[in-house]
């Protein structure tokens, strides 16, 4: 990092202060000026109601008087005056069979948008005033009141107050910026120049002195803490520099053999893991993950309810042929029956070689009507396989239990139990053959 680098750490320290205290005092300034501005509109909203009050206690007699006289010419006066108020809009005075007296309006201002804030001050309202004349009903005094007057009042109010907090922040903030520029960042970017022109290679300019401030307080200490560990380094560098070259190649020597061992290991853990995992023979899950995969598709459907059906697959004579044909015949069967289950089962579903000659197949979101169309069509498709084996064909079939999704158990034991049953009352009806768990329907092969 240059030196030239360094000159912007106080600047930008100070800056981002600025930031802070412009943030800050903007939040405070803006609190205060809320603050304000409730009692502002609570002390506008008294002040409306009283001078309304005023204005129908004075309004009231004379418009009564004017209704007692059937006089017009009073009652237009009353109105006109009571129109010429910015609140009141329209006045209406009439008798108490409706009869109106006298009606006065004026044209009513419109600002869109202060128009839709009708909860400030309330939303155009007409008062309704009962008149009396010594104690009898005469008439009633109708005053239209349109608050937007006094919502444009309360709006330039508060732009004159966020123009004060807005300037009073900046002030405060470019004051606060300058002390803190001066008592704090500048001081700083000096003993980073300091520490910048420092070569790390060169223990000779580790002794150069910081520089001298004449106020003594905490960055003044810093200095001198710096100072006095650039020379208790100093004497340790040497060292450091003759075992540098040492360490860095065995550095790389190690690293080379941690390389070449996490290969080793890789390699190792991949084909583990394959093992673990995958009947050598066939290439498809073995029981151990059969079962891993199988649970977690049975919590799926305990949680979400997502079906499935269970499908438990064995080989029809299958002892008969190894020793007809041999072991190797045997072998040869088993890894075409698997090729055929990997080619006629979807990719969601799962296969699995849970015994030497018996299968499992976790069919995934199938209905009772779709498990038992892909367990005729997978049986079929064994009953066809091309097998030969030393120029003699093979012959196979399979018996098939299937338990639907429909009557699957919450214990996956279970399930695993009338796939079995289902799969032993095959073998019994004459093998070849599709078992429903609970069904008194068997398909088969004829």
């Not at 240059?2 to 412009?22: C, D, E, H, M, P």
């Not at 700083?188 to 401030?213: L, M, S, V």
């Not at 979400?304 to 697959?313: K, N, V």
């Amino acid at each position: 990092m240059s030196t030239k680098s360094t000159l912007k750490y106080g600047q930008g320290l100070a800056v981002r202060q600025a930031y802070l205290t412009v943030g800050i005092a903007l939040l405070v300034g803006l609190f205060m000026a809320l603050i304000l501005l409730f009692f502002e509109y609570q002390s506008e909203q008294r002040r409306i109601e009283q001078q309304l009050q005023r204005v129908i206690t004075s309004s009231s007699a004379v418009a009564a008087e004017s209704l007692w006289t059937l006089s017009t010419d009073l009652a237009d006066v009353v109105s006109e005056g009571l129109v010429s108020l910015p609140l009141i809009v329209e006045a209406t005075i009439e008798t108490f069979t409706g009869t109106v007296l006298s009606q006065r309006s004026r044209p009513v201002m419109s600002e869109c948008w202060l128009d839709n804030l009708s909860f400030l001050f309330g939303p155009t309202k007409v008062e309704v005033i009962p008149l009396f004349h010594k104690k009898d009903l005469v008439g009633h005094l109708k005053l239209k009141i349109d608050p937007l007057p006094a919502r444009q009042v309360f709006f330039k109010r508060i732009q004159y107050i966020a123009a004060g907090e807005l300037v009073k922040t900046l002030i405060l903030a470019a004051a606060l910026l300058a002390l803190f520029y001066i008592t704090l960042a500048r001081p700083i970017r000096n003993y980073a120049n300091w520490i910048e022109r420092i070569d790390p290679d060169n223990p000779e300019g580790w002794q150069q002195a910081p520089p001298k401030r004449k106020q003594r307080d905490e960055l003044t200490a810093f200095g001198e803490s710096v100072f006095r560990r650039f020379v208790q380094a100093r004497t340790y560098f040497l060292e450091l520099q003759q075992t540098r070259s040492e360490l860095k190649t065995l550095n790389l020597e190690l690293e080379e053999r941690v390389q070449a061992r996490t290969k080793e290991l890789e390699v190792a853990l991949t084909r583990a893991e394959h093992l673990a995992t995958t009947d050598v023979m066939t290439g498809i899950p073995n029981r151990r993950s059969f079962m891993d995969q199988a649970e977690k598709r049975h919590a799926e459907w305990l949680r979400y309810q997502r079906p499935y059906a269970l499908l438990m697959i064995d080989l029809d004579t299958f002892k008969q042929i190894n020793d007809t044909y041999g072991h190797p015949a045997g072998d040869q069967v088993l890894i075409s029956v698997a090729a055929a289950l990997q080619q006629h089962t979807r990719c969601e579903d799962i296969i699995g070689r849970i015994g030497g000659e018996e299968f499992c197949v976790l069919l995934v979101g199938v209905t009772e009507v779709g498990a038992i169309i892909l367990a005729e069509r997978i049986r079929a498709e064994i009953a066809k396989l091309p097998i030969e084996f030393g120029g003699q064909p093979i012959p196979v079939t399979a018996s098939f239990g299937l338990v639907p999704p429909d009557l699957l158990q919450e214990d996956f034991d279970e399930v695993l139990k009338n796939g079995d049953q289902m799969l032993y009352q095959a073998k019994n009806e004459g093998r070849n053959r599709v078992c429903i768990y609970r069904r008194e329907i068997c398909t088969s092969d004829h």
